[in-house]
């Protein structure tokens, strides 16, 4: 799925994630490729995670090495409630759990 609006206080996100909330649909992860095209030859990826998602990071881990990509990975964890992060789509989907 896509969103427009991200520089619009995440139109899109927002008004996406409000409606499935809504409609109590139940969204299992949502993984945010914010600037996938944004590289510079660094090779790395980093996954930002809510407490309850960590095995979304592992996965893509496990892909990493049983492939051979080789990217340089780091993970780190956001807490859902107090994350104070915001800008990219992601953070419309935390403000419905």
Known sequence: MT??????DLFGSRSYS????????RILVEINADMIGYDEGSRRM???????VGWVADIFE????NYSIGLSISCREI????HKMSGSNY???LTYG
């Open 79 to 82: 807490d859902r409630a107090e």
């Open 91 to 93: 953070a419309a989907f």
């Open 3 to 8: 969103f427009s609006g991200e520089e619009i």
């Open 18 to 25: 409000k409606e499935a909330y809504e409609r109590n649909e």
């Open 62 to 65: 496990s892909i990493n090495t």
């Open 46 to 52: 980093t996954i930002t995670a809510t407490e309850d």
